[in-house]
């Protein structure tokens, strides 16, 4: 109980920090920039996942 109180508390702690240099000039840039490259990577992965997908489905001759 005492550990997931810590983990409880520590992610209070984070998202307490975070929004707090999110306001920022430079905390919002830097979660911008955080945002598109995650948007990027979640896009590039699904990408991949519907062409191996397509490959997956395509009959072999």
């Given at each position: 109980?005492?550990t997931?109180?810590?983990?409880?508390?520590?992610?209070?702690?984070?998202?307490?920090?975070?929004?707090?240099?999110?306001r920022?000039?430079q905390?919002?840039?830097?979660?911008?920039?955080?945002?598109?490259?995650?948007?990027?990577?979640?896009?590039?992965?699904?990408?991949?996942?519907?062409?191996?997908?397509a490959?997956?489905?395509?009959?072999?001759?």
């Amino acid at each position: 109980m005492k550990t997931f109180l810590a983990l409880v508390f520590g992610v209070v702690l984070g998202f307490v920090a975070a929004h707090q240099f999110n306001r920022t000039e430079q905390g919002h840039r830097f979660f911008s920039d955080l945002d598109a490259k995650a948007r990027e990577f979640g896009a590039a992965v699904a990408d991949g996942y519907h062409a191996r997908e397509a490959e997956l489905r395509t009959p072999e001759a």
